[in-house]
C-alpha cells in the first residue's frame, strides 16, 4: 500500500517536459498576461496561433489581485507570460512566479515580456519611503493608460512572441504592422477630442490617470487618496473638497473600483462632475479591446471636459 | 602598543571623517576603524561590500489589553507588552535555492523563530526544505502570529499542537495540476522534535507544576517525528476559491516527565488529525473579500497524564502517574469579511476537549476587526472569551498594533 502511494506521488509530480523550442508547434501557444489589455493586444498579434489568459478580469483594483488555483495551473503551463511591470503586479506575479516553476517564463528567459521595459515612466521616486505611501521604485506603472500605451506595449509583445515562436514570425510582424496602423489611427481620434482639454483641472482617486492627462494636458489638482495606496481620511478630503472649489476644478476621474462614497461626497460638496472610466479591458462593457477602451475612456472625459465623443 | 600606534598614524594621515561619525576625535573616546576599500578603487567586491545584502525587515507586534480572568487568585486589568520583535532576512544563496532566517524577541529573550534553506533544484514542483521551520499542518500552524487573522491561534490547535510548532528537520513537498482549476499539493516532513514549547492547557501534578513532554535527543529513524500534509484546493466560479486539506503531526516516542514526584512515563506517542475546509470568495473589484473555514481535529495516542496520589503528599514516594489515551476532537470555524482592502471583521469559533482526566471541554469566541493603516502597519481590536465548562471564565479585550520596517513578501500559502 505505501508502495502503491509513493509511486502515485511519484507519478503525479513528475516533471512536465518543455517543447523543443525548434519543433514546429502543433497546438496554440500558450500565453498568459496579467492584464486583459495585455491579451488583447496577444490576440491581435497572435491570432490562432495563441491561446491567451488573462488574470485580471478588468474590474479589478490592479493592486489587489487574489491568486487562484487557475492561475497558478495556468503560470505553470506557459510558453509565454507578459506583464506590466514597474511593480504594479508586485503582490501577485513574484509569488506565482515562484510556485508555479515555469523555467520558460522567469524574468529573464525567452518566455517573459516586461512590457514597460524601457519606458519613461512618470513619478520615479528620487528616494524611497514609506512615507510617500505606497511607490513604486520604478515610477507610475500605469502605462497601460496612456495614448501612446499601446503601441509601445504591442512592440514588446511582438518580440516576446517571435522569441518563443520564431516560426510564426512572418504571421506576427503582419499582424502587429495591422494593429500598428489601428493604433495610430485610435491615437489621432484621441489627440484631435485632447486639443479642448488642455489646462483643464481634474481629481483623481488613484494615480491611474496621469499617463493621460500628461498626454493631454490636464492639470490635476489634486488626489483623493492623500498618497498612493492609503485611504482618504476626513481631513484630506476637507482640504481636496476647499482646494476643488477655490482652484475650479472641471471633473473627478475615477475607475471602477474607486468610484465609491468618499468620491460621491466630494463630488456633492464641490459641484463637480465623475467620470467613471475604464483602468484597464473588460471592466466596463465595450472595452473588450485597448483601443474600445481607450475610446471609452476619452468618450467619458469628452463628456465632463467637453469635446466631440471618440466614437 | 601596536593599536595605539595604528590609532595615532591614521590620525596623523588625516582620514577623511566618517558620515554618522564625530567630526573630530577627543581624548578617552573609541575611534573608529577606517571605512573599507570602495570597490572602485580595489577593483574587486569584497566582503565587506554590502551589494549582496538580503532583503531584511522587523516586525513589531505589540498588544495592549484588559483581562478579566475566571481564577479569581489571577491578576486582572490592564496590560501593555512588546509580545514580539521579528528579525527576518531573506536571499538566494545559489540559483536553486534560497534561505531565510527569522528571529523573535519577547521580554525575555531572543529565539531563532526559523532558519531554513528552500531547495528547487529537483525539477518540477517539488521543494525541499531543510533547517528549522514552522510545520506544515492545517492553514494555520505555518504562520508567525503577527500573520494571523486573529489575535491567537485557534483554541483547539494551542491545545492540542501548541502556540507555535517549529522543528528542525527536512520536508519535501511538491503540487500538481489536476485539470485547469485544480491544485493538488502535499507535504511530508522528518524532525527532531515536534513537542510544541508552550502548551496551552498542560498536564500538572498535584501541585499545579507542570508535567512535561520530552523528546529524546537522540533517536531511532523510527522514533522521529513526522508531519504530512495533502490538500486540493480549486476556483469555484470567477470568485470563488474552495480548499480541502488534511493534515498529521505524529510523535512516536515521548515521555512525560514529573519533577515534583520524581516519575516518568516513558513510550508514549501523539498523533493529531486534522481536516480543513475553506472558502473563499472575492468581489470584482477585488476588494471585498469573505472568507469561510475551519478544521476538525483530533488527538489520539497519549494525549494527557495525571497524578495519583493517595496520601495527598507531593514527593511521599506512593505517586503513579496515570497516562491518558483516550481519544480528542475539538474544531474550529471561523468567518471574516473585508469591505475594502483596509478594513476587515470576523468571528472565530473554537471547541476542544481537554485531556485533564476530568473531561472538560474548553471553548472560545473571537471577535476582531482589523484596520490596517497601510500594507506595513495594522490596528486590531479583538474581544475573546475563553470559557471552561467547569464554569471559569477568561474575558480578554485586546488592542494589537503591527508594524513591518522592511521587506516582508510572502509566497503564495497553500
Known sequence: MKNSLLALLLVLSGPTLPARADTPRTEALRVVTTL???????????????????????????HALTAKPSHLVAMSKADLFVQVGLSLEASFVPGLMESARNARIQPGAPGFVNVSEGWEALEVPESLSRKAGDVHPQGNPHMNLDPRGGAFMAER???????????????????????????????????????????????????????????????ILGKVEPKPGIPPTPNHVAELIAAMKSGHADAILSAPWSNNETVERIAEASGVKVAELPNMCGGIPGTDTWIAMMDLLHQRVGEVLGGAPAR | MRLSLSAAALCAAGAAPFAQGSPFQTPGMPSQAPPPQADAESGQSDRFSSSFNPAISFIADIVFDYLDPADSAADDGFDAELRGLELSANAWVDPKAWAYFVGAADEEELSIEEAAVHFTGLGGNHV??????????????????????????????????????????????????????????????????????????PAVDQTGEEITPEVAERKDAGDLNYTARLTG??????????????????????????????????????EVWGLDLTYGWTSD????????????????????????????????????LSVLDDALFGWFAYGDYAWSR????????????????????????????????????????????????????????????????GAHGHGISF
Open chain 1, 36 to 62: 486583459p489589455d495585455l491579451a488583447d493586444l496577444v490576440r491581435e498579434i497572435g491570432g490562432a496561433r495563441v491561446d491567451v489568459q488573462s488574470l485580471y478580469k478588468g474590474k479589478e483594483n490592479t
Open chain 1, 157 to 219: 509583445i511582438l518580440a516576446g512572441l517571435v522569441r518563443v515562436d520564431p516560426a510564426g514570425k512572418e504571421e506576427y510582424e503582419r499582424r502587429h504592422a495591422e494593429l500598428a496602423k489601428k493604433l495610430a489611427e485610435a491615437r489621432a481620434r484621441w489627440d484631435a477630442l485632447g486639443q479642448a482639454w488642455k489646462g483643464k483641472k481634474v481629481v483623481v482617486y488613484h494615480q491611474e490617470y496621469d499617463y493621460l492627462a500628461a498626454y493631454h494636458g490636464l492639470e
Open chain 2, 128 to 201: 525541499v526544505r531543510a533547517g528549522r521551520f514552522f510545520i506544515d499542518f492545517g492553514k494555520q500552524m505555518q504562520i508567525h502570529p503577527h500573520e494571523l487573522r486573529t489575535l491567537e491561534r485557534p483554541l483547539v490547535l494551542r491545545a492540542y499542537l501548541g502556540e507555535e510548532v517549529k522543528g528542525d528537520g527536512a520536508q519535501w513537498d511538491c503540487w500538481t495540476s489536476v485539470g485547469e482549476e485544480t491544485v493538488v499539493r502535499w507535504s511530508v516532513g522528518v524532525f527532531a522534535d515536534l513537542l510544541p514549547e508552550e502548551a496551552a492547557f
Open chain 2, 233 to 270: 484546493f480549486r476556483d469555484v466560479g470567477e470568485h470563488g476559491v474552495l480548499q480541502l486539506g488534511g493534515s498529521l503531526r505524529s510523535i512516536p516516542d515521548f515521555t512525560f516527565v514529573d519533577d515534583t514526584n520524581g516519575l516518568a512515563a516513558d513510550g508514549l506517542d501523539s
Open chain 2, 285 to 320: 473589484t477585488g476588494l471585498e473579500r469573505w472568507t469561510l473555514g475551519g478544521e476538525l481535529l483530533a488527538e489520539t495516542g497519549d494525549s494527557g497524564v495525571t497524578v495519583d496520589d493517595p496520601d495527598t503528599t507531593p514527593g511521599s514516594g506512593d505517586e503513579t
Open chain 2, 342 to 405: 483596509f478594513d476587515s471583521a470576523g468571528l472565530q469559533l473554537s471547541m476542544a476537549e481537554l485531556a485533564d482526566g476530568a473531561d472538560t471541554d474548553a471553548s472560545e469566541v473571537e471577535a476582531y476587526y482589523t484596520h490596517l493603516f497601510s500594507e506595513f502597519h495594522r490596528l486590531r481590536l479583538a474581544v475573546t472569551s475563553t470559557d471552561l465548562d467547569t464554569g471559569d471564565e477568561d474575558l480578554r479585550v485586546a488592542l494589537q498594533y503591527t508594524a513591518t520596517v
